[in-house]
């Protein structure tokens, strides 16, 4: 019988856990269900949405070569520029909008359409690029700029940007600028930090450009 009411009372221990605890329990199991199943679903999402993103880059691609060149065709650069704008409406944090944004802006500017290119360039700065892209976009656009003639707003832009990576690329950036602006002395500085940076890799634009300099102040 000792034995029996034992067992009787941890019965009755249990059903006593059970009321007090029971139901916080099923909630925890419930919550911990809902955010298993809520990351697959999150994950299967970003999946789809990727893909999706990833066909319409494509076809942007792919229009956008026909639409290149002295026959290009009219008609696929509306569906390329329709691609660009969807992309980035539906699918603004993907890669695939940011590179499409750089893709039509290099059209715009093949196109004498300055400003539309400033435009896809800004769209890519404003909507959290990588490092790597803010900085390549942003010498694109300080580019652009030197083109439109409004080389100190291009210095300004050129001058913020981190350095680390990119020496080669911003020195010689810099030089072309301070070379419009008429600052030869500014503009050879630049040339030569540019060369030294790109320590054994050989840039014979750059060197060009140096050896043009000295050419013309002797």
Known sequence: MAELRT???????????????????????????????????????????????????????????????????????????????????????SAYAKFAATIMARVAVDNDQLDKALTELNWVLENQPTVSMYVLTSLRKARILVAKGELDQALAIVKELPVSGYEVSIAELKGDIHLAKGEKAKARGEYQAAISAAETNSRPVLQMKLDDLAAEES
């Not at 009755?12 to 909630?27: R, T």
């Not at 999706?52 to 009219?74: H, K």
């Open 7 to 93: 067992e009787e009372e941890q019965v009755q221990v249990l059903k006593n856990w059970w009321d007090e605890n029971g139901k916080s329990l099923l909630l925890g199991v419930a919550v911990a269900l809902a955010a298993v199943f809520g990351w697959k679903g999150w994950q299967q999402q970003q999946a789809v949405e990727s893909e999706n993103a990833s066909v319409l880059y494509q076809n942007l691609l792919d229009a956008t070569v026909s639409a290149l060149g002295p026959q290009g065709d009219q008609a696929q650069y509306k569906i390329a520029e329709s691609l660009a704008e969807q992309l980035k409406n539906d699918y603004d944090s």
